[in-house]
Nanobody, 124 residues
């Protein structure tokens, strides 16, 4: 069964850091772009970042630019999201997903194979 599994979430104080992982099983990540998205209750799902299969094209939402870094290790079949200078507005469930084509985009409809998500809570 092909699936993505996120990990690395947790409770962190404002200004802190977390690294999220998105691991694939049942298929290889190295030929698809991967996106990170987040959702909070009452809000639309927000695209956070994406990376193409080669890592040559990366996008960030303006709200996380310069604070978050996406990377991938195709040998480990894993994509990472390093999150620094976290603030309470970053609190959300973070999901990764595989793109349905070769494009890196922050539009959720361009993705399938969604993981179950990992909770990130930023609070003092």
């Amino acid at each position: 069964q092909s699936q993505l599994v996120e990990s690395g979430g947790g409770l962190v104080q404002p200004g802190g850091s977390l690294r999220l992982s998105c691991a694939a099983s049942g298929f290889t990540l190295d030929d698809v772009p991967i996106g990170w998205f987040r959702r909070t209750p009452g809000k639309e799902r927000e695209g956070v970042s994406c990376i193409t299969s080669s890592g040559g094209n990366i996008m960030y939402a303006d709200s996380v630019k310069s604070r978050f870094t996406i990377s991938r290790d195709n040998a480990k079949n894993t994509v990472y999201l390093e999150m620094n200078s976290l603030n309470p507005e970053d609190t959300a469930v973070y999901h990764c997903a595989a793109s349905i084509n070769s494009l890196c985009t922050l539009v959720p409809n361009a993705y399938h194979r969604w993981g179950q998500g990992t909770q990130v809570t930023v609070s003092s």
